[in-house]
């Protein structure tokens, strides 16, 4: 079973930005997608942005689009987030995930992964 470590979290002013980083313990090979997700205290967690392993392909939140990008090393064993001009309402804890079952259209959806890496806080100074 792969493992997931994510880090590169912290505090920022709003306007400032983040790397997340997310570490597998092998390739994604055998993986469709790899995904970040966020969760505020009490809330479920929210999709965040996708990479859809075979063919490169990146899905974002709306909320995200524009400022947030995802990408991944060519080893495939990392996979970032760039987060530029961070606001407040994206603080959060950052989760990477990923999943060897799921279709292009359950992507946003948190059930369709089935490894999650421990969580990476993120925090927005107004």
């Known amino acids: 079973q792969v493992q997931l470590v994510e880090s590169g979290g912290g505090s920022v002013q709003a306007g400032g930005s983040l790397r997340l980083s997310c570490a597998a313990s092998e390739r994604f090979n055998r993986r469709r997608a790899v995904a970040w997700f966020r969760q505020s205290s009490g809330d479920e967690r929210d999709f965040v942005s996708a990479i859809w392993l075979s063919g490169d392909n990146k899905f974002y939140a709306d909320s995200v689009k524009g400022r947030f990008t995802i990408s991944r090393d060519n080893a495939k064993t990392m996979v970032y987030l760039q987060m530029n001009n961070l606001k407040p309402e994206d603080t959060a804890v950052y989760y990477c995930?990923?999943?060897?079952?799921?279709?292009?259209?359950?992507?946003?959806?948190?059930?369709?992964?089935?490894?999650w890496g421990q969580g990476t806080q993120v925090t927005v100074a107004s």
């Open positions: 995930a990923t999943g060897s079952t799921m279709i292009l259209s359950s992507l946003r959806n948190p059930s369709a992964y089935s490894v």
